[in-house]
């Protein structure tokens, strides 16, 4: 089984090499992984090393060069219009407490058609058309890929601001001269640190390090 292992963007898709086409619905164009029947009957699996949103005009490259042209399918949508803007912001953060996929636009919102859906709009005094569409639903602002990253900078930092902090009370709890033992304890327990404040400290004739 022919395995379609990268994602290629719509401007670096070149026809020549497009050997059949892939109708996808917006949940579809999500994963990165499935079974996947293209309209010239191609069969061929999914396996994308990471999620990406497939947009209408990629293409997925199969293992032996070949592309897959990407179509996004149409879908049952209700075509969402409000009086004023300030209306249509409401209903949006509406939608967006209830994890419901929404497409943005200038002047309209387009949604799942749905009774729950139907029902929320009318709730807030917005007008509703079905309609039959590709649906391009805004992605959700957060990416958990990162979390573990910044959580990790704060870490370090916040270790950091403590180290430095202790180095810095070092300095003024020994300010004074070192016996030999205490000496040999300060180079091995605290050398890291008392080299840390050197490199940002300027210290001037009889500077005791002290602040």
Same mark, same amino acid.
């Given at each position: 089984?022919?395995?379609?292992?990268?994602?290629?963007?719509?401007?670096?898709?070149?026809?020549?090499?497009?050997?059949?086409?892939?109708?996808?619905?917006h949940?579809?164009?999500?994963?990165?992984?499935?079974?996947?029947?293209?309209?010239?009957?191609?069969?061929?699996?999914?396996?994308?090393?990471?999620?990406?949103?497939?947009?209408?005009?990629d293409?997925?490259?199969?293992?032996?060069?070949?592309?897959?042209?990407?179509r996004?399918?149409?879908?049952?949508?209700?075509?969402?219009?409000?009086?004023?803007?300030?209306?249509?912001?409401?209903?949006?953060?509406?939608?967006?407490?209830?994890?419901?996929?929404?497409?943005?636009?200038?002047?309209?919102?387009?949604?799942?058609?749905?009774?729950?859906?139907?029902?929320?709009?009318?709730?807030?005094?917005?007008?509703?058309?079905?309609?039959?569409?590709?649906?391009?639903?805004?992605?959700?602002?957060?990416?958990?890929?990162?979390?573990?990253?910044?959580?990790?900078?704060?870490?370090?930092?916040?270790?950091? +601001? /403590?180290? &430095?902090? =202790?180095?810095?009370? %070092? !300095? $003024?709890? #020994? @300010? *004074?001269?070192?016996?030999?033992?205490?000496?040999? +304890? /300060?180079? &091995?327990? =605290?050398?890291?640190? %008392? !080299? $840390?404040? #050197? @490199? *940002?400290?300027?210290?001037g004739?009889?500077?005791?390090?002290?602040?």
């Amino acid at each position: 089984m022919q395995r379609a292992t990268t994602l290629v963007r719509k401007p670096a898709v070149r026809p020549d090499a497009v050997v059949d086409t892939v109708v996808l619905d917006h949940a579809a164009r999500g994963r990165a992984s499935g079974h996947l029947h293209a309209q010239g009957g191609l069969a061929f699996d999914l396996a994308l090393a990471r999620s990406a949103t497939i947009e209408d005009g990629d293409a997925l490259r199969l293992e032996d060069g070949r592309l897959v042209a990407v179509r996004a399918a149409p879908e049952a949508l209700l075509e969402v219009r409000a009086e004023n803007p300030a209306r249509l912001m409401r209903l949006a953060w509406q939608l967006g407490g209830n994890h419901v996929a929404t497409e943005v636009a200038a002047d309209r919102l387009y949604v799942p058609d749905t009774p729950a859906n139907a029902e929320l709009i009318r709730g807030q005094g917005c007008a509703a058309a079905a309609v039959s569409r590709a649906f391009r639903p805004e992605r959700e602002a957060h990416d958990h890929s990162t979390c573990g990253h910044d959580h990790g900078h704060q870490h370090a930092h916040a270790h950091h +601001e /403590h180290d &430095h902090a =202790h180095s810095h009370d %070092h !300095g $003024h709890d #020994h @300010g *004074h001269g070192h016996d030999h033992d205490h000496g040999h +304890e /300060h180079g &091995h327990e =605290h050398g890291h640190e %008392h !080299g $840390h404040e #050197h @490199g *940002h400290h300027v210290h001037g004739p009889g500077c005791r390090h002290g602040h």
